[in-house]
């Protein structure tokens, strides 16, 4: 690219149905310039989360995404010239500069963070995958030594950190994953003790042999179907986190909800809780210790999907949500 | 009724659709008598609760109902005869002595009560109902002044004390129940901020001129489409206080569970909790002591609904479904 492009990707126009190539359009506008406390970034790695998009389909946590401005995304970047007091060029952030090679913004909307190697770790174990796992189970699902847990989107970037956690805190851990390649990489490369491939049709009974003695903690990434599965095994007093709802995201929204709810809450007494990982920002260097002492201590195993290229960003996300990834995927621009 | 005759209600059949009076059938036994271990009781007061309902589902924090064997139920009973060490003639117990006259059961399934008049209180404000109420609220609900609670069934046992007590803890407070006259008595006489009619047609749009400010507990009594309505008025951090889904007993179990589980409870980080008050009679000294002073203060009234006579008690518990009663429904036999 020349050096005064900034190529970016646009969502032109918010899906109502499955998500295109079509929806999005790469453009060239001009280097933006920081103004009086902001900074100019170059984006290095672009995270891609299941969570871009349900963001398309209105207000969540944060504000409806636009038609016809730079896709929404959050990534790491450095700092090239800075009008924002405590960053200098050179500095590593976290920010959501969209989809594009260069953002500017001001310094208050970017998180500092250390230089680690590889660079990519701040994106999948220290990013808010790393997080978002480590705080969803252990902050709501609070495993013990012994108990089942069980989780979905498995193979993902969230959820093959979840059940690496859940073994380390010693628990029997059953993941839930399309396709029997994931699965098998979930039981002979991740160390789950077994591993559900939802593609090979309703999973109840094979929850059931797979969870002979009930599920304590079902971190539930898809919804639907799957958490309507889970509902009638969760034993007494069991804990559902709710982090997401992938099989909701991509499409028209589902007629119905899942049936057992508010029922079996009731009758077993269980806690379902949602969650935003950025609510426990403020406890995050705990996470940080614990995952890096776990991942020195080969117990825990990153698994990272890098794409080449800002261009092949909108098929990354397209690719994301039809599950072709195994840990968290990401762009490199 | 002959000194040597018990009567009893059995449920000859489990319903699969509406609960009818030909479901049940009173007979007549002999008295029951007391082996080693066992106390002889005179039921007093039966009490009547939806959840009998959902007994004959099936399983669910306790056995299957059987047909042809006396209806299960909680009562208030005095002492006859004992030979279970602790308990003596003129005492009063709770337990599950079922539709009958007299009962006979082991020492260890008895609750012993303490004498306090009117007799009808042990059974709604320091019964079941008042606990479900106290604890729900009050530990998975945990109101803060100033917020807004609402409550469906809110006429009924456990939610016209529920709104009672969220008044007291300085909430904004919202009944939802059926009928214009069930909704100006929860306004003019328990004080309630507002009341919706659910007969009046879908509650979203009343429900959001009821709770401006949106809903941050919802105590659940009914599920189905109430509970579909509130979860999008919920705000962050909200708690959906699960205590039954009244509107999935009696009939043919729902097709669909409620849309926006479990997005909506990612989004808005809501905590959904099921509980049974059983789990909290540890506690139970602390939430007699606190109703019993808000009674005395008058800040707590108590509404009873007392049939007279075993052989109604079909009828009480088909009604009661139907939502006939105010407050507190039960038998006096």
């Known amino acids: 690219m020349g050096n005064n492009v900034n190529r ?6 918010k899906p109502t149905g499955k998500l295109g190539p079509e929806h999005f359009r790469l453009v060239e506008a001009a280097m933006p310039e920081p103004k009086d406390g902001e900074a100019l970034l170059r984006v290095r790695y672009i995270s891609l989360d299941a969570a871009n998009r349900a963001w ?3 207000a969540t946590y944060r504000a409806a995404l636009e038609n016809n401005a730079v896709m929404a995304g959050g990534s790491v970047a450095e ?7 405590g960053f200098a060029p050179g500095d590593l952030v976290f920010s959501d500069t969209g989809w594009q090679d260069y953002a500017v913004l001001p310094g208050k909307h970017l998180a500092k963070l250390p230089h680690v190697e590889p660079m990519t770790h701040l994106l999948s174990v220290y990013g808010i995958a ?7 189970l252990l ?4 495993p013990q030594n012994g108990e089942t847990v069980v989780v979905s989107a498995a193979a993902g970037s969230v959820g093959s950190i979840v059940g690496q956690i859940a073994k380390i805190k010693g628990c029997r851990t059953v993941g ?3 396709g029997a390649e994931k699965c098998r990489w979930l039981t ?3 160390g789950f003790d077994a591993a559900i491939d939802y593609k090979q049709g309703a999973i109840f009974k094979t929850l059931r042999e797979a969870a002979p003695k009930g599920v304590d903690v079902y971190f539930d990434n898809v919804g639907g179907d799957i958490l309507e599965a889970c509902l009638p095994q969760m034993n007494v007093r069991g804990r559902i986190v709710c982090c997401g709802a992938i099989s909701q995201y ?18 077993k007494r269980l806690l379902m809780q949602g969650f935003i990982v950025t609510d426990y920002f403020g406890k995050r260097d705990k996470a940080f210790a614990d995952l890096g002492t776990w991942l020195k201590d080969g117990k825990l195993k990153v698994e990272e999907d890098v794409i080449d290229g800002l261009e092949n960003t909108p098929a990354a996300l397209i690719g994301l949500l039809a599950g072709e990834n195994r840990g968290k995927r990401m762009v490199k621009v």
Chains 1, 2 share one sequence.
Do not use: K
């Open 8 to 13: 970016q990707i646009l969502l032109v126009e």
């Open 56 to 58: 398309m389909h209105g």
């Open 79 to 85: 700092v090239v010239s800075s009008n924002a007091p």
């Open 130 to 136: 790393g997080l978002t796992a480590y705080f969803g």
């Open 139 to 142: 902050d709501i699902g609070r």
């Open 176 to 178: 839930i994953a399309g």
């Open 188 to 190: 002979a490369h991740l």
């Open 250 to 267: 991509d499409g028209a929204p589902s007629a119905t909800g899942p049936r057992g709810v508010p029922g079996l809450i009731v009758v």
